[in-house]
């Protein structure tokens, strides 16, 4: 296909050529370590919910610490222990994996059995604590979904691990990660796919129909047409 455009093709030297490698690697190390860090405001009996797209078999912690906003200071404080938050997750089928209250600073984790849209939802116990009735609500939520989720400072001190032993672990996970990316997005591709290829049948089908009910109304006028000059005696 170059000869026939004109492109003259130079092989790369073997030295280029595994720098393209090394680079191409390391841009999916650093797609597979996935997380995102935000804050936000809610009301007294708000719900905020956020969508993360998660692979099969895949782990996911989250840490939140909140802060009340204080009308004296006119600033946000941390809240004190009494104000909670209850999360809860939902998988793509919108069945509930997790659903438990924490405090006011905490930490949730959970892994995912089937890979898609999974629905994180957060709200505080405001009816339990009258302080924060008519008040804002500050959350900072950090998530980390895969290898990017593990500690592995306190992976090496628990396994005893040399540094040379924990970096070849963190790329052995992340690899695995990277694969179930990939293996989620092959799933996303032949989901596209069916649902394609199912639109086009229907588009099909319904042309088809189309047609059908043209021609019966081409033929229906057709004799309507006929009897109406056979009875007129114009044929």
């Given at each position: 296909m170059a000869v026939e455009l004109g492109v003259?093709?130079?092989r790369p030297r073997a030295g280029t050529e595994l720098g393209?490698?090394?680079?191409?690697l390391l841009l999916l190390l650093w797609l597979a370590t996935r997380g995102s860090a935000l804050y936000f405001h809610i009301g007294e009996t708000e719900k905020k919910c956020f969508?993360?797209?998660i692979p099969d078999e895949t782990m996911v912690i989250g840490n939140y610490r909140t802060q009340l906003y204080d009308k004296q200071r006119e600033e946000y404080q941390p809240a004190t222990p009494g104000l909670g938050m209850f999360v809860e997750v939902k998988d793509p089928e919108d069945k509930v994996i997790l659903?438990?209250?924490?405090?006011?600073?905490g930490r949730f984790t959970f892994t995912s059995h089937t890979p898609g849209e999974h629905q994180i939802c957060l709200h505080s116990n405001s009816t339990k604590f009258s302080l924060?009735?008519?008040?804002?609500?500050?959350?900072h939520l950090d998530i980390q979904v895969g290898e990017h989720a593990n500690d592995y400072a306190e992976i090496a001190a628990k396994?005893?691990?040399?540094?040379?032993?924990?970096?070849?672990?963190?790329?052995?996970?992340?690899?695995?990660q990277i694969q179930k990316e990939q293996n989620y997005q092959r799933w996303r591709e032949e989901r596209f796919r069916q649902t394609s290829e199912s639109t086009n049948q229907r588009v099909l089908w319904w042309s088809i129909l189309q047609t059908l009910i043209l021609v019966a109304i081409g033929v229906w006028q057709m004799r309507h047409l006929k009897s109406f000059f056979e009875a007129k005696k114009l044929v």
């Open positions: 003259r093709v130079v393209g490698v090394m680079r191409t969508i993360e797209e659903a438990r209250q924490y405090g006011s600073e924060f009735a008519g008040g804002m609500l500050r959350v396994d005893k691990l040399s540094e040379l032993q924990l970096r070849v672990r963190q790329l052995v996970e992340q690899v695995e």
